[in-house]
């Protein structure tokens, strides 16, 4: 009987082991152990995707390029970026002529990106943060998407908020929401078609349309709601502000993103990546010393 409820005991454990750190990737454990996860992923994250560039193409680069062609110089924020999947589907379609941004809190999938994405390196910036704080101004970008995330973040109505925030209006949001046979083990974090729908016309969107993907997720397309007025890329000190105190602009000498107000300085790594869950405290002086990059030297 003893052993009985042992091997019992054994088989939950394992159940549960399964669901938080394979099913849930250990998203109702904590940001932190996301984040290991993918960080101790990294190098074989493409190749455990397989992802199918014709596939990519089809069904992400060219309707969103297309969604922004009248848009002169569009500028894209990718939430949840990863090794930049989404940027380089953007990136290759040759009537995209605008600039990517891409952010997410795995340091190493990043660092990968920056490999992939060489070809497109003058048009794409990295930056390493927690998608629920995104660090830019309200109404910066012409389109922001969200690819597989949201359902292992631990609060994916208020990323999506973030997201609508820093959205122009009449920009575009793509995002996608987890559909599949796991989708019930995953409270509030995966949504029910029409409950999805639901929330995004609660956040200011409209035009909301749900188109099947793949077995496991819906993309889910919306227009944040006014008077269109997108376009134009700006220098990226202009659209970054400082998460700590909200702060913008915050000006770059090349090698950091200072905010005057609160001195936190958020370096450039080697690779090109901004590290702004990495902070450091610069002085007033070298503050006051700190040459800024005129804009047409700074933008993205």
Not at 155 to 182: C, F, I, S, W, Y
Not at 239 to 250: E, F, I
Not at 256 to 265: D, E, G, H, I, V
């Amino acid at each position: 009987m003893a052993w009985g409820l042992v091997a019992i005991g054994l088989l939950l454990l394992i159940v549960l082991g399964y669901w938080q750190m394979i099913v849930a990737e250990g998203s109702y454990l904590g940001p932190r152990v996301v984040t290991f996860l993918y960080d101790l992923t990294a190098p074989a994250y493409e190749r455990i995707k397989q992802f199918d560039p014709g596939y990519e193409q089809w069904f992400l680069g060219l309707p969103l390029g297309q969604a922004l062609e009248k848009i002169p110089s569009p500028l894209v924020l990718d939430v949840g970026t990863g090794t930049g999947r989404l940027p380089r589907a953007l990136l290759f379609q040759p009537a995209f002529r605008g600039q990517v941004v891409g952010i997410d809190l795995s340091r190493r999938m990043l660092a990968h990106a920056v490999q992939l994405a060489q070809p497109y390196r003058e048009r794409l910036a990295l930056i390493w943060q927690d998608a629920q704080d995104l660090p830019f101004e309200a109404n910066s970008f012409d389109a922001v998407t969200c690819l597989e995330v949201l359902e292992f973040t631990p609060h994916p109505q208020a990323v999506l908020r973030e997201m609508v925030r820093v959205l122009r209006p009449g920009g575009v949001l793509l995002v996608t929401n987890r559909v599949g046979k796991d989708a019930w083990v995953l409270p509030r974090r995966a949504f029910a078609r029409p409950d999805f729908e639901a929330l995004l016309r609660e956040l200011d969107l409209e035009n909301v349309r749900i188109q099947s993907w793949q077995a496991d997720y819906d993309l889910v397309w919306g227009v944040k709601s006014g008077v269109p007025r997108g376009g134009g890329v700006r220098p990226l000190s202009q659209v970054l502000r400082c998460p700590a105190c909200h702060h913008n602009p915050l000006p770059s000498d090349g090698t950091a993103f200072t905010c005057p107000r609160c001195a936190l300085s958020y370096p450039v790594a080697p690779d090109g990546v901004i590290e702004i869950a990495r902070p450091s405290h610069k002085s007033v002086l070298e503050q006051r010393e700190q040459p800024t990059i005129p804009a047409e030297e700074s933008r993205i």
